[in-house]
């Protein structure tokens, strides 16, 4: 593997989000190796650790109309069918629902599935169960969004907390063009993004998948490919 490519992978800017914490977590070990050695080595491995969580890596998007990409790096732990969070008033159906679980490992910076404009954003307080739970997806913190597409149709994307995750970061509004793969948030220490897509649009992901944000393409709007399966090898 070149060498250049090592390094890009490895060596990567921090989201802004970060800068506070790797701040603290330096000033904490310089603290914890004036009091003993071995407590200075546990905080550079501190301060590394979270220099790594806040990593914000260069992604390629594909740009095709009518993908629909992945908006979080992690696992695909639901394909199902699903209402829309009511706070975003996208009717009482059931849609095609694909969730990602973000692990304390996993890049937390989260993307725009498809380009169109944002129709609504809706944050409401809840709970911090365990994100991979279904009932996270009703009772914990979420914050959601609806998406206009070119075509008029809409789909939705919902930030959900997770049991350690305190803070969920949204940075678009209501009425803003957005573009495919472009970033807009993230939710720090673990977690879910969940993607509500139009009826009739069939997952190109299978559970237990790992899923790239900006990147892996969770769905086509202009094929009529059946659902995908996987088996683990």
Known sequence: MPLPFVLKT???????????FVIIFSVATVGLWWLAEPLGWLGIVLTLWCIYFFRDPE?????????IISPADG???????????????MGDQPR???????????????????????????????KFLNASLDKASEDN?????????????????????????????CDIKEG???QTGERFGMIRFGSRVEVFMPTGVHALVAVGQTAIAGETVLADRASQEPARHGEAR
């Open 96 to 126: 095609p629902r694909i969730a990602i679980f973000m692990n304390a490992l996993n890049v937390h910076v989260n993307r725009i599935p498809c380009a169109g404009k944002i129709a609504k954003v809706s944050y409401r307080p809840g």
């Open 141 to 169: 913190e979420r914050n959601s969004v609806r998406l206009t597409l070119d075509d008029g149709q809409d789909i939705a994307f919902v930030q959900i907390a997770g049991l350690i995750a305190r803070r969920i970061l």
């Open 10 to 20: 490895v060596f990567c800017p921090i989201h802004r989000a970060g800068w506070p």
């Open 75 to 89: 696992t695909v732990h639901v394909i199902d069918e699903a209402v829309p969070p009511p706070e975003l008033e």
């Open 176 to 178: 803003e063009t957005v």
């Open 59 to 67: 992604r390629v998007s594909p740009t095709r109309d009518g993908l």
